[in-house]
């Protein structure tokens, strides 16, 4: 039999088992804590279903990302920059204009503040 149908067939069924096995087998005893609106510890507001959220750091978050893979991105190059000539280092010089004027953009427009 070929090795993916077979893993096909036999991942399905096993997850099947062993869901039908913890529904059979697991001690199912919840109390005042488990089955109230929050499990974290927070009493809720009353009319409020989640707390207030600012954008700020979700655009550090992303822009961490992107300055990340930035510096993976720089490791291979600083690696193979004696191998591959003058056309690698043309297509490094230009990957690091471009992340510039990125940088300045963000800036500018006052994403970060430094």
Do not use: W
């Not at 207030?52 to 893979?69: K, N, P, S, W, Y």
């Amino acid at each position: 039999m070929n090795t993916l149908l077979m893993l096909f067939l036999f991942v399905p069924i096993l997850a099947v088992l062993l869901l039908g096995l913890n529904l059979l087998l697991a001690v199912n005893k919840p109390d005042e804590a488990k089955e109230s609106v929050y499990e974290c510890g927070f009493n809720s507001v009353y009319g409020q279903t989640r707390s207030t959220f600012q954008i700020h750091f979700f655009l550090v978050a992303l822009l961490f990302l992107v300055f990340d893979l930035e510096i993976l991105l720089l490791f291979p190059i600083a690696l193979t920059l004696y191998q591959v000539s003058m056309f690698g280092f043309s297509v490094a010089l230009i990957f690091f204009i471009v992340l510039t004027i990125g940088f300045v953009l963000e800036i500018g427009t006052g994403a970060i503040k430094i």
